[in-house]
């Protein structure tokens, strides 16, 4: 009876250590993606802005613009993670 | 001797579960979430209407607060993103602006520290009101062709409208409404997480170890008052990119070329 008591509660932790696990790893790949993008969106829109200052205003808007896009994907991430988690 | 070791987080649910304070049990009820955003309506109206009333011609500080924000609006989000036609929705934009605004930045207050913006209720209702804005707004202006133009973009090989077709059709009815949503919330929330984890750290570190140790609660205080500078500009920033994503989703409805 106690084995059996025993081996309810260590599947049950497994699965909250599991959902952890599967938690963290959801958001970390998430987050790799939209930090590449981000990085590309910004360093283009600095070399942009360093060409030409004049035009700064349009490409900071545009950029801005990028940023959300590609920031979006991470936020889902971090949705998911407290979906997987709970 | 507990460092940093045995320190555990509360419960998400504790950190933006708020009890109700009146009318409780009603459909109604009142908890702070409720409470600052009928504080921030008020503050906005008080604002604007009292820096508008009497139109001086050398304004005094509030009236060129009022009439800066005016500008910033009109001149950087509405005529250069939905088109010069369209000063007709400067107060829709302003109003947004505005209100997400001082919602976030409750976020940084003493004693108050909470942004309403962090519960999905306030975002998604903002989303849901601009995704039936601009849907309402294509169709009235472009009639059918505004989904058809979305679903079918010229210039693409037909064969590849197979692949095409249901992105922007996810993309125009789904994704869209969610991730503006999904932004904010997430913004909001991440932050006060943030803040609410360095908090107790201090607080950890203060009362957890003896003596000289406690010297090791500077480290957390010191990245507290930095991420709430950070927070400041989030909070600007998220106003200003749900506007201007609102923006720009009104001139795609309105012009078929941008």
Known sequence: MSTVLLAAQQAGELKAGLQSIGAGIVYGAAAIGPGIGIGLVVGNAIQAMARQPEMQGTIRTTMFLGIAFTEALALFGFVLFFLAKS | ?258
Request: net charge neutral; with cysteine; hydrophobic share 55%.
């Open chain 2, 1 to 258: 001797m507990p460092l940093l070791g045995a320190f555990t987080f509360p419960p998400i649910d504790e950190l933006f579960r708020w009890k109700d304070i009146w009318f409780a049990g009603t459909p109604l009820a009142i908890n702070k979430t409720v409470l600052l955003v009928l504080i921030s309506s008020a503050l906005i109206c008080i604002l604007m209407i009292g820096g508008s009333r009497k139109k001086a011609l050398r304004p005094g500080p509030v009236q060129n607060v009022v009439e800066m924000t005016y500008e910033f609006i009109d001149n950087g989000i509405t005529k250069d993103v939905v088109g010069h036609d369209a000063t007709r929705y400067t107060p829709f934009l302003g109003t947004l602006f505005l209100f997400i605004l001082f919602l976030n930045i409750w976020e940084v207050i003493p004693a108050l520290q909470f942004p309403p913006t962090a519960r999905m209720g306030i975002p998604g209702f903002l989303a849901l009101m601009v995704y039936v804005l601009y849907l309402y707004t294509g169709f009235r202006y472009q009639g059918f062709k505004y989904l058809t133009g979305h679903l079918f973009p010229p210039g693409v090989p037909i064969a590849l409208y197979i692949l095409v077709t249901p992105i922007e059709f996810v993309q125009l009815f789904l994704v869209r409404p969610f991730s503006l949503a999904v932004r904010l919330l997430a913004n909001m929330m991440a932050g006060h997480i943030l803040l609410t984890a360095l908090a107790l750290l201090t607080a950890y570190a203060l009362t957890h170890n003896p003596g000289i140790l406690k010297v090791i609660a500077v480290g957390p205080f010191l990245l507290n008052v930095g991420v709430t500078g950070f927070e400041i500009l989030v909070a600007f920033l998220q106003a200003y990119i749900f506007t201007l994503l609102t923006a720009v989703y009104l001139g795609d409805a309105l012009h078929p070329e941008h």
